[in-house]
């Protein structure tokens, strides 16, 4: 099993950071791709970023670009996510989350996922 546990959510004002951090323990081996998603209150989980665990590549929805930035740390098996610029419509639980296989976008195929973390905007 894998165990993900997220941090650095809170409330901001608009156009302020945050870095928000999941650390993975367990059977961290078997991961292939570290995502990130979020969950607005009556909106479906969507897709932020995400990252391959061994190559680094990187992946953003297109709505993210050029304000988030996913990274990893192998040693400390933690991935972050880097929010600038943020607005009120950043408001979400933020999730973070691990799948076996290639893949990036999809909620369901995921199998390890931490609690949240909610990020709260203001205007």
């Known amino acids: 099993q894998v165990q993900l546990v997220e941090s650095g959510g809170g409330l901001v004002q608009a156009g302020a950071s945050l870095r928000l951090s999941c650390a993975a323990s367990?059977?961290?081996?078997?991961?292939?791709?570290m995502g990130w998603f979020r969950q607005a209150p009556g909106k479906e989980r969507e897709f932020v970023a995400a990252?391959?665990?061994?190559?680094?590549?990187?992946y953003y929805a297109d709505s993210m670009k050029g304000r988030f930035t996913i990274s990893r740390d192998t040693a400390k098996n933690t991935v972050y996510l880097q929010m600038n610029s943020l607005k009120p419509e950043d408001t979400a639980v933020y999730y973070c989350?691990?799948?076996?296989?290639?893949?990036?976008?999809?909620?369901?195929?995921?199998?390890?996922w931490g609690q949240g973390t909610q990020v709260t905007v203001s205007s």
């Open positions: 989350a691990g799948r076996q296989t290639p893949g990036v976008a999809v909620p369901s195929r995921y199998e390890y």
């Open positions: 367990g059977r961290t081996r078997v991961i292939y791709v």
């Open positions: 990252i391959t665990w061994g190559t680094t590549s990187t």
